[in-house]
């Protein structure tokens, strides 16, 4: 059982910066392929970005791919979402995901573990 817990959310300008983070509990979460999602009020959860076990490679959603940065500190149980360029239609709230394989998915329903997640929104 993983249990995974967001923040870092908050209001910000649009053109500004935030940091998500999403600890995880586990022993093995080094090996846990990880990845970002997000759900604007009214859409689907779309997909974000996603890191594999071990942080080896990273796939990114056209949308945010060159304004997002995914990371991970094993050490930590942390995987980051680092966010830049932020747009209005950046707003949502952002999930956390875990599967327990050091692959790589961009897909919703590849992953077991979901934080609750934390809002981002950005204002014009």
């Known amino acids: 059982q993983v249990q995974l817990v967001e923040s870092g959310g908050g209001l910000v300008q649009a053109g500004g910066s935030l940091r998500l983070s999403c600890a995880a509990s586990?022993?093995?979460?080094?090996?846990?392929?990880m990845g970002w999602f997000r759900q604007a009020p009214g859409k689907a959860r779309e997909f974000a970005a996603a890191?594999?076990?071990?942080?080896?490679?990273?796939y990114y959603a056209d949308s945010v791919k060159g304004r997002f940065t995914i990371s991970r500190d094993n050490a930590k149980n942390t995987v980051y979402l680092q966010m830049n360029s932020l747009k209005p239609g950046d707003t949502a709230v952002y999930y956390c995901?875990?599967?327990?394989?050091?692959?790589?998915?961009?897909?919703?329903?590849?992953?077991?573990?979901w934080g609750p997640g934390t809002q981002v929104t950005v204002s014009s």
């Open positions: 995901a875990a599967r327990p394989d050091s692959g790589l998915y961009y897909a919703y329903g590849a992953y077991d573990y």
């Open positions: 586990g022993r093995t979460f080094s090996s846990h392929a």
């Open positions: 890191i594999s076990g071990f942080g080896t490679r990273t």
